[in-house]
């Protein structure tokens, strides 16, 4: 296992490792009772070993669900009181410069970074002379939905599995290879940044089978590129408020563009939801912008500036703010220049940090910022089972080292009627402009609360640390609304999902290096939800600082299974772990077991830093992503499916760990059951130096749509020029694009299929009728 040290790598991973929680919310130590016994998940088949290495166009074999559609975006048509079983042999761990997926399935690139999205826009020459980014993919492909088409393509249809729209966020860049020569250093050249912004955003694409095989449809009508300078609306309770306005927008309603899109959420009317993630990196604050704001009379908005990241003098990712005196770049300055907040970007910063909602088949639709459901580093946002009368649930994760779990609840009750309404949009704004939000804590007794966000709250009313105004105040500023009432710091929550079936609630904790058995400044201590700090070395080279390495997966079940509760039981579904421990850790095997690998993984299951998350909602896989620089000596990121259980079907075990004083702790956890080769199973293995994220299914569940995100991405401006110094030549080296077996990598989406047809990842035979 191996951690990322390449400065440029260190640099992309900066905005994961953002830590600005300094508050002191306490962590729980130990928990004594005993879980429900086990329970058995459904079998799984065990299938004998074999992979398929994916190619371009059609990727022969060799060795997240999130995105079908029922009659309700996100109910499930998974059999009832059927047996499913795996189909598939594990596929091995691997480094190859390729796409392993099992014997028996292909995988097809089907939409990588720079393909055109009309006639009229050329053809991706990847050399980085390419222009025209607003009608072509942009780069980093990470969540996506589907969402279906009659066969004329003309209209939505919700069960169109030969013919849809793929709704994709493109995360964030690898700049060095936009560019002919690599970037240029501040000032940025006009150029360049307009290339780069325009890479960031969403896209909306058209895909369709013909003979068994997907594409993409380059001129189709519904294509078009979102980005972070298409105008969007601000929606619910922070619309207007002083906190938004600028000089795009004086009046606080209006907002310009998306970025850092990371997770996806598909809404129970059929529309597509956006998590803004790490946006707040791409600004720039001057060093004296502190005093700038004290002298004003806004020392608060020091305090909120701080919280979220930017720090004054910090420098931006891209240097845009310096590419020129337009407002296009100028909108990346965020320092106090002008007399009044509509004279200046002071308050840009507040307009990002939110779910944003787009209707693929309507581009007439204004986007939409979900203001009531908080501002912080999004990831996905995934409904809790709609059921008739009762409001809806939306839950979410801010992905930053001791950061919050949260859910947004809705006034109104869910009407079935509104699975296919009149205007799609406008239905959003009825369920998701008005509610409450809340963060989890996490008891030592498996138990937890959902605490309401509200200025009405004591805690939050008179919190010390930041004078909250009113509940628009509490929405932008919900972290520190979040540490006024004492939420539990978890370790990075990423994706959230929700089990088709049982309704509970699923969330990857990717890793943390700042979780420590004896934390000092902003480090987190150990707690039952967080138990584990351990070291970690590469190639078998020393061990590094300790901290949770390669993260797990928690889940919370509601209390009566109702998405409005307020309380919660929870365990952790899987800890990621390497099956065997390095030969030089201070662990023995058993240790290792006890510590470490608590979940007992095998090499045809081990993982690390888990992150994409969805469920299968015509199988009711349970798929796992990782983005992991944690075991990449070993392998490349990866894809695995499991058939889990429920909360409680595990048990509790005890880590005791020895302070430097050599006083002991003991602190318990909660583990589900152990998996087996018939419950958890390795799929697919992406090329070197990549990310596997998103995913999405055709609602017939026989084609699954995967992306590759930033192969290679650990490249200097020192060796643009010199393709052998590339890590990663994929997608090109496959045979999809310009450049072949030296091509530049390009983040993109493949689709898999069976090659005999059936359902993803399960023997096919429930699903025949």
Known sequence: MNAHTDPERAALAHAHDEDSNTSGNPSFNEIL?????????????????????????????????????AAVPGASVVPQ???????????????????????????RVVYALGDPLRDATPAYANDGTDTDFDNRAGDHHDGMEYFGLNAAGTAPDRSGSDRGLLAMNHEAITDQFLHAAGTTANPRPSGEADKEIAAHGISVVEVRRNAGVFGYVRNSAFNRRITPLTPMQLNGPVRGNALVRTLFSNDGTQCRGTINNCGSGLTPWGTYLSGEENWAGYFFRSGTDNTARTNAGDARSVVSLNRYGRTQGAASRHGWETAGAADAYARWNISLTGASATADYRNELNTFGWIVEVDPYDRNQAVRKRTALGRFAHESAAFGIPRAGRPLAVYMGDDSRGEYIYKFVSNENWAAADANPANRITTGDKYLDVGKLYVAKFNNDGTGQWIELTIANAQIAGYATYAFADQADVLVNARLAADAVGATKMDRPEWCAVHPVTGEIYYTLTNNSNRKLEPTGTQQGLDAANPRAYTDGANGGAQGAPGNINGHIIRVRENGDDGAATAFTWDVYLFGAQAARDANSPLNDQQHLQMVNLSSLTNDQDFSS???????RKSGLCWIQTDDGAYTDRTNCMMLAGIPGRVGDGGTRQLNYTRADSSQVAVTTRVGATPTPATLRRFLVGAVDCEITGIAETPDGRALFVNIQHPGETITRANIGNPAAYLSHWPGNAGYGAGGAAARPRSATVVITRDDGGVIGVDGSAFLS
């Not at 086990?38 to 059609?58: E, F, P, W, Y």
């Not at 499913?84 to 392993?100: C, M, R």
């Not at 888990?610 to 299968?616: E, K, M, N, V």
């Open 33 to 69: 009772d005993q879980r429900l016994s086990r329970r058995q998940a459904l079998r799984l088949s065990v299938g004998t070993a074999g992979a398929a290495v994916l190619g371009a166009v059609g990727l022969p074999a060799c060795g997240g669900g999130g995105g079908g559609a």
């Open 610 to 616: 888990p992150d994409g998350l969805a469920f299968s």
């Open 81 to 107: 009181g059927v047996a499913l079983s795996l189909n598939f042999p594990a596929v091995a761990k691997n480094v190859n410069d390729a796409v392993t997926v099992p014997t028996g399935y292909t995988a």
